[in-house]
Antibody, heavy 119, light 108 residues
Framework: QVQLVESGGGVVQPGRSLRLSCAAS????????MHWVRQAPGKGLEWLAV????????YYGDSVKGRFAISRDNSKNTLYLQMNSLRAEDTAVYYC????????????WGQGTLVTVSS | SYELTQPPSVSVSPGQTARITCSGD??????GYWYQQKAGQAPVLIIY???ERPSGIPERFSGSSSGTTVTLTISGVQVEDEADYYC???????????FGGGTKLTVL
């Protein structure tokens, strides 16, 4: 069955960096675009970034463009999110998700990993 | 920046019909999508491309679109349908994904 397992979350100080990973299994990872979405505590969903199946194209949400970078390693079936210059408002659960039949929606989500930015 | 507007909350009794609306200027040209998120869980896609239902989603969930509004309808609401529901679409440039603020469905 399809599985997405996020990891790499934890407590990090403001201004530092963190890299999240999303390990995929149960489907042909190299054939699907992938997203990152986050949800601050008690708040709604916020789209962060998408990467094409082959890494050839990437789009970012305005709040993270220039600070976060999405990437993938199809040989390892793994999606990444490099987060730099972290701020308190980046505190959230971070989800990876599989693109649907078009890139701009989410067919299946992982269970998420919590990132807390605090001194 | 582009926004999708949902009511913060909707309340219904079991067996009734719940309707959750989502408004956005680009919706006449962009599809709407709906996700259900139960407490402590990841979101689940329940409607895609305005009105299509993924396999495994109960038939009581349906979607429709009219002008600048997409609507999620839950017919014969069950207690287990209590959750947050999020609409989602793209901006007119189709380079950004946008979520509505979410609607908390309470089943009384």
């Amino acid at each position: 069955q399809v599985q997405l397992v996020e990891s790499g979350g934890g407590v990090v100080q403001p201004g530092r960096s963190l890299r999240l990973s999303c390990a995929a299994s149960g489907f042909t990872f190299r054939s699907f675009g992938m997203h990152w979405v986050r949800q601050a505590p008690g708040k709604g969903l916020e789209w962060l970034a998408v990467i094409w199946y082959d890494g050839s194209n990437k789009y970012y949400g305005d709040s993270v463009k220039g600070r976060f970078a999405i990437s993938r390693d199809n040989s390892k079936n793994t999606l990444y999110l490099q987060m730099n210059s972290l701020r308190a408002e980046d505190t959230a659960v971070y989800y990876c998700a599989i693109c649907g039949s078009s890139w701009n929606y989410f067919d299946f989500w992982g269970q998420g990993t919590l990132v807390t930015v605090s001194s | 920046s582009y926004e999708l507007t949902q009511p913060p909350s909707v309340s219904v009794s079991p067996g009734q019909t719940a309707r959750i609306t989502c408004s956005g200027d680009a919706l006449p040209k962009q599809f709407g999508y709906w996700y259900q998120q139960k407490a402590g869980q990841a979101p689940v896609l329940i409607i895609y491309k305005d009105s299509e239902r993924p396999s495994g989603i109960p038939e009581r969930f349906s979607g429709s679109s009219s002008g600048t509004t997409v609507t999620l309808t839950i017919s014969g609401v069950q207690v287990e349908d209590e959750a947050d529901y999020y609409c989602q679409s793209s901006d007119s440039s189709v380079t950004h994904v946008v979520f509505g603020g979410g609607t908390k469905l309470t089943v009384l």
